[in-house]
């Protein structure tokens, strides 16, 4: 792609970016990530690559999070990878809401990865079994707000750590 994505959002590198890969799910903890980033310092932003996120508009507003919740139109297939990898991290915001959910190893997982971003991931069991053998980023459970603020500020906090994740 021409720009990557921090450079598509104005954003400098002292802004913390997370990235959640895909088109909205029912299956996703949209509403409960929102709340987690109210409770996180100003300079953290999650940006949503991939359509459907539309609904969450008055949540945004509401939350007055417009300035750091990013709504991005898809991009090509093929420019998913270079166009994520000046995030810092990426997120995954599955939960087991069915059987389907519980043993998913989705599209965004293998384009994070791809990408060399650590991860923030659900403890559903297929993907913890890759992200806890090869040590790539912290277990969230995105049905709590608190859980996720933990971990992003696990990782705002501790860049030496992250830079492993980014590694491995």
Do not use: W
């Given at each position: 792609p021409?720009?990557?994505?921090r450079?598509?959002?104005?954003?400098?590198?002292g802004?913390?970016?997370?990235?959640?890969?895909?088109?909205?799910k029912k299956?996703q903890?949209?509403p409960?990530?929102?709340?987690a980033?109210?409770h996180?310092?100003p300079?953290?932003?999650?940006a949503f690559?991939g359509?459907g996120?539309e609904p969450y508009?008055p949540?945004?507003?509401?939350?007055?999070?417009?300035h750091?919740?990013?709504?991005?139109s898809?991009?090509?297939p093929?420019?998913v990878?270079?166009?994520?990898?000046?995030a810092?991290?990426?997120?995954?915001?599955y939960?087991p809401?069915?059987?389907?959910?519980?043993?998913c190893?989705?599209n965004?997982?293998f384009q994070?990865?791809?990408a060399?971003l650590?991860?923030?991931?659900?403890?559903l069991?297929e993907?913890r079994?890759i992200?806890?053998?090869?040590q790539l980023?912290?277990?969230i459970d995105?049905?709590f707000p608190?859980?996720i603020r933990?971990?992003?500020m696990?990782?705002?906090?501790?860049?030496d750590?992250?830079s492993?994740?980014?590694?491995?």
């Amino acid at each position: 792609p021409p720009r990557g994505l921090r450079d598509t959002l104005g954003l400098g590198v002292g802004e913390f970016l997370l990235v959640v890969v895909g088109h909205s799910k029912k299956g996703q903890a949209v509403p409960q990530m929102l709340e987690a980033i109210t409770h996180l310092p100003p300079r953290v932003h999650v940006a949503f690559l991939g359509g459907g996120y539309e609904p969450y508009r008055p949540h945004i507003r509401h939350r007055n999070l417009e300035h750091r919740i990013h709504l991005v139109s898809p991009v090509r297939p093929f420019e998913v990878v270079p166009f994520i990898e000046s995030a810092d991290a990426a997120m995954i915001l599955y939960y087991p809401r069915s059987a389907n959910y519980l043993n998913c190893l989705p599209n965004g997982f293998f384009q994070a990865l791809s990408a060399g971003l650590p991860l923030l991931y659900p403890e559903l069991p297929e993907i913890r079994k890759i992200a806890e053998r090869y040590q790539l980023g912290l277990p969230i459970d995105p049905l709590f707000p608190e859980s996720i603020r933990a971990a992003v500020m696990e990782f705002i906090q501790n860049p030496d750590r992250v830079s492993q994740y980014r590694k491995n």
